[in-house]
């Protein structure tokens, strides 16, 4: 990954060129902040600069990831009694090759791993003890990205400690972390945190365009629902096929729903709509309830005339969209919302997923028809 790559993070960059340049490099780093922001892809060029100027040749095995100084930790599932992140470390290569933005959800499916916790295990924390005892295969610095750091578990984290305490010589330790609530406090104050915010607007608008050959419509609608996650993006854009089917099922949802006052068999059409929908997997079901957050809330917002904020319209089927948002207004925009937020809930605590769309389906013709 090269600086010029990665997409926004000007300050960041220059922060981190300055520590190398005046030899400032922190033996243990902590860089925060969602992976769609570009946390990996920092810490990537970070080692690849701090290696290529110690040997010119490093530079091109650092983008492949196969530098023998270059190590990885990253959270797996138990499998035979395995929970060591290097019997999968080909598929997490193949994946950051592929996408060095991709999130710990892409990651879930590359594993098709479901309903099973990913973690960073006391074993795998042994493991790299172990690898970093040794000799430097190049004679000199040996880095660590600890991908997802804050997916360690209390054991691991503890024996992690002692692997900062005592770091072997010419080691860098750059953990990535989406969130700090998780890592032991006794971590942090051993970490220079590196704070790494969401992708400003002007850089997310010229990586898409780099990338893509998109109207400038759909560029404004992209950016307004990322809110700086390149990741979600890139995903948007590649998947517009998805997003074209939530907009048919959130139509369906919505008509069933405001017939359903007169015509109460409309109801059937709701329970096949929910059992559809529960046919997916967990991530694209959360995806749709995403979207339907979001339309409701754009709804509200065209409603309330703040139409210049109203970067989506649907459309699809000859569907109303100034009538529909006559309907949602202050006197409903909440339950919906809870409504919507309690379905995720459900689904991530492993509920019957039929039951939670067929409840949250049936619910919405409440809501619909009250006066505001």
Same mark, same amino acid.
């Given at each position: 990954?090269?600086?010029?790559?990665?997409?926004?993070?000007?300050?960041?960059?220059?922060?981190?060129?300055?520590?190398?340049?005046?030899?400032?490099?922190?033996?243990?780093?902590?860089?925060?902040?969602?992976?769609?922001?570009?946390?990996?892809?920092?810490?990537?060029?970070?080692?690849?600069?701090?290696?290529?100027?110690?040997?010119?040749?490093?530079?091109?095995?650092?983008?492949?990831?196969?530098?023998?100084?270059l190590?990885?930790?990253f959270?797996?599932?138990?499998?035979?009694?395995?929970?060591?992140?290097?019997?999968?470390?080909?598929?997490?290569?193949?994946?950051?090759?592929?996408?060095?933005?991709?999130?710990?959800?892409?990651w879930?499916?590359?594993?098709?791993?479901?309903n099973?916790?990913?973690?960073i295990?006391?074993?795998?924390v042994?493991?790299?003890?172990?690898?970093?005892?040794l000799?430097?295969?190049?004679?000199?610095?040996?880095i660590?990205?600890?991908?997802?750091?804050?997916k360690?578990?209390?054991?691991?984290?503890?024996?992690?400690?002692?692997?900062?305490?005592?770091?072997?010589?010419?080691?860098?330790?750059?953990?990535?972390?989406?969130?700090?609530?998780?890592?032991?406090?006794?971590?942090?104050?051993?970490?220079?945190?590196?704070?790494v915010?969401?992708?400003?607007?002007?850089?997310?608008?010229?990586?898409?365009?780099?990338?893509?050959?998109?109207?400038?419509?759909?560029?404004?609608?992209?950016?307004?629902?990322?809110?700086?996650?390149? %990741?979600?993006? =890139?995903q948007?854009?590649?998947?517009? &096929?998805? +997003?074209? !089917?939530?907009?048919?099922? @959130?139509? /369906?949802?919505?008509?069933?729903?405001?017939?359903?006052?007169?015509?109460?068999?409309?109801?059937? %059409?709701?329970? =096949?709509?929910?059992?559809?929908?529960? &046919?997916? +997997?967990? !991530?694209?079901?959360?995806? @749709?309830? /995403?979207?339907?957050?979001?339309?409701?809330?754009?709804?509200?917002?065209?409603?309330?005339?703040?139409?210049?904020?109203?970067?989506?319209?649907?459309?699809?089927?000859?569907?109303?969209?100034?009538?529909?948002?006559?309907?949602?207004?202050?006197?409903?925009?909440?339950d919906?919302?809870?409504?919507?937020?309690?379905?995720?809930?459900?689904?991530?605590r492993?509920?019957?997923?039929?039951?939670?769309?067929?409840?949250?389906?049936?619910?919405?013709?409440?809501?619909?028809h009250?006066?505001?």
């Amino acid at each position: 990954m090269n600086w010029e790559e990665i997409v926004g993070q000007k300050k960041v960059i220059e922060t981190l060129k300055d520590a190398i340049d005046k030899e400032r490099v922190g033996h243990a780093q902590l860089f925060i902040g969602e992976e769609g922001f570009g946390v990996l892809p920092l810490a990537l060029a970070y080692a690849k600069e701090i290696l290529k100027r110690e040997n010119e040749h490093a530079a091109s095995k650092v983008e492949h990831l196969n530098h023998l100084d270059l190590h990885f930790s990253f959270p797996v599932f138990t499998e035979k009694n395995n929970s060591l992140s290097q019997r999968l470390f080909e598929d997490f290569r193949n994946m950051i090759i592929e996408n060095p933005y991709a999130s710990i959800n892409d990651w879930n499916e590359v594993l098709d791993a479901q309903n099973k916790q990913l973690f960073i295990s006391a074993d795998e924390v042994d493991a790299l003890n172990q690898k970093f005892a040794l000799k430097s295969f190049e004679g000199g610095t040996k880095i660590l990205i600890v991908w997802r750091a804050d997916k360690m578990n209390v054991t691991a984290a503890n024996k992690f400690l002692k692997f900062l305490e005592e770091p072997p010589k010419k080691t860098i330790i750059l953990l990535l972390a989406e969130k700090i609530d998780t890592i032991l406090p006794t971590i942090l104050s051993r970490c220079q945190a590196i704070e790494v915010p969401r992708i400003d607007d002007e850089s997310l608008e010229q990586g898409i365009k780099n990338q893509f050959d998109v109207s400038e419509e759909k560029i404004k609608e992209v950016i307004h629902q990322v809110q700086g996650n390149y %990741n979600t993006a =890139l995903q948007l854009l590649q998947n517009d &096929s998805a +997003n074209e !089917e939530f907009e048919e099922l @959130f139509i /369906d949802w919505v008509r069933n729903a405001f017939m359903a006052k007169k015509k109460p068999e409309v109801l059937r %059409n709701i329970v =096949l709509w929910g059992r559809n929908i529960a &046919s997916w +997997n967990r !991530e694209k079901q959360k995806n @749709f309830l /995403d979207f339907c957050s979001e339309m409701f809330r754009l709804a509200l917002l065209q409603n309330y005339d703040a139409e210049h904020l109203v970067y989506k319209r649907l459309s699809k089927n000859g569907f109303n969209w100034e009538a529909f948002t006559n309907f949602i207004h202050g006197a409903n925009i909440v339950d919906i919302l809870e409504e919507i937020s309690d379905a995720d809930l459900h689904l991530y605590r492993n509920a019957n997923a039929k039951i939670v769309w067929t409840d949250l389906g049936i619910k919405l013709t409440r809501y619909i028809h009250r006066s505001a």
